[in-house]
């Protein structure tokens, strides 16, 4: 292959034209603002947005019942309290998260237990979910990180054997599907955020989704989100059990909402075909490995984060990210900057305030290396954006800069 001179050496960019970019709310959700603001009331209880958003929802993902949430640490803090975690609990998940995939789990005062991930998928290997389970393990949260679904063949056959609840953290995966099946709509209960940054945006916002299609399930989901009050019967029960915040969702969230809705099986559809043509673009190029999606599941690609063997690309990680910026493709090396327990809430076991309280009914500690594998992804990995708005020739141009970067440092090396 011909080499080209990198940009970042005064070479010609591969980035020739802007990336694509459209508005992502209109007169759609203008629509749902109005009306909702008509019915002189903001109360999802007594207003019709949020009932109408969540009735498409379910149409949309073929369950029963779900409850909306203020937001996806909301959304995911419901399952946990519904499914009656509590005091001195173990919950397995992800290190490679975002942190409103723990929050829950500490305000339940459970404690969290992080299973390493596979190298390839990012998420977790079920043999170390297995590995980590004690006496004190009542869950898994299954993170599908960024739109690539999670083995819940494997992790339910886990939950089932131990007696687990399992909880789906959908919040990077809307219309990801595993088998054939909906991602959020395997386990237990599936957790979707709608805060801005997600697929769809109502500002801030969640969903619950409860897969048992139990009504007695539902009714406790849905109590749990609203301080326990249980307005789903005849008549409004206050009666305080225990203990449950207010995460309730207003109407002017529920209008977004359905508008947005409207807009998301094409969203995931646009990214998931870009997600795979860039795969296609860079597969098999030495020292890249592509993010994996297994055979038989879809990906609706919340980001797009490949790794990188300094070994055989021949360059450091960091000097790659800088020569596909000077490209003109934006890229950041890692996800978040650190699994989820080198946190210092984690390393000084303290979520509260001058105490080590629940960290302290078991002792456990949160040490470097304990998820190996997820240490090195993070240490390894590249994120590029995807978008629902991006070309295709965006896509090419992003995977012709991957080979040409790639190529450059090979043809270095020899
Ligand atoms: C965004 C996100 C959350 C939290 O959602 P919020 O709406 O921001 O509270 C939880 N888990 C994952 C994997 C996320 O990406």
Redesign the pocket.
């Known amino acids: 292959m011909e080499e080209s001179l990198l940009a970042m050496y005064g070479g010609p960019k591969s980035k020739t034209i802007p990336f694509g970019t459209g508005q992502r709310f209109g007169d759609e959700e203008l629509k749902e603002l109005k009306e909702a603001l008509e019915q002189n009331t903001l109360f999802y209880h007594y207003g019709q947005k949020v009932k109408t958003f969540l009735s498409r929802f379910n149409d949309l993902y073929g369950v029963r019942y779900s409850v909306a949430a203020s937001?996806?640490?909301?959304a995911?803090h419901i399952a946990l309290g519904a499914a009656g975690i509590s005091v001195g609990d173990e919950v397995i998940t992800s290190p490679i998260?975002?942190q409103?995939?723990v929050v829950g789990i500490l305000y339940q005062n459970a404690i969290p237990v992080f299973a390493d991930l596979d190298p390839h998928t990012y998420n977790m290997d079920p043999a170390s979910i297995e590995s980590r389970i004690t006496a004190r393990t009542k869950a898994i949260i299954a993170?599908h990180l960024a739109g690539n679904p999670c083995e819940m063949d494997a992790i339910m056959a886990i939950a089932r054997k131990h007696g687990l609840k399992v909880i789906e953290?959908c919040?990077?995966s809307y219309m990801c599907r595993y088998k054939g099946r909906l991602a959020g709509t395997i386990g237990d209960y599936g957790c979707f955020?709608t805060?801005d940054?997600?697929h769809i945006s109502t500002g801030?916002g969640?969903i619950v989704t409860v897969n048992s299609g139990n009504e007695a399930d539902y009714h406790t989901v849905h109590a749990f989100a609203d301080k326990n009050y249980r307005r789903l019967g005849l008549e409004v029960i206050r009666d305080l059990h225990g203990l449950a915040p207010n995460y309730r969702m207003t109407e002017l969230q529920g209008a977004v909402g359905i508008a947005q809705l409207r807009k998301l099986p094409a969203i995931c559809e646009s990214r998931s075909r870009h997600g795979q043509r860039l795969t296609e673009a860079i597969e098999g190029l030495r020292g890249i490995a592509a993010p994996r999606v297994h055979l038989g599941n879809e990906s609706s690609y919340w980001f797009y984060m490949l790794r990188v063997d300094e070994g055989s690309l021949g360059a450091p990680r960091e000097l790659f990210c800088q020569a596909l910026a000077a490209e003109g493709i934006p890229n950041v090396p890692g996800y978040i900057p650190e699994v989820v327990y080198m946190q210092p809430m984690f390393q000084r076991r303290e979520a509260y305030a001058g105490s080590n309280f629940p960290f302290d009914l078991t002792g456990v500690t949160y040490e470097s290396g304990i998820c190996p594998n997820a240490e090195e992804i993070l240490r390894t990995a590249v994120r590029i954006s995807i978008n629902e708005f991006y070309t295709d020739q965006d896509i090419d141009e992003v995977g012709s800069a991957i080979r040409k970067v790639a190529n450059h440092f090979h043809n270095r090396q020899t």
């Open positions: 937001s996806g640490t909301a995911i998260t975002d409103g995939t993170v953290d919040a990077q955020s805060n940054f997600k801030d969640g």
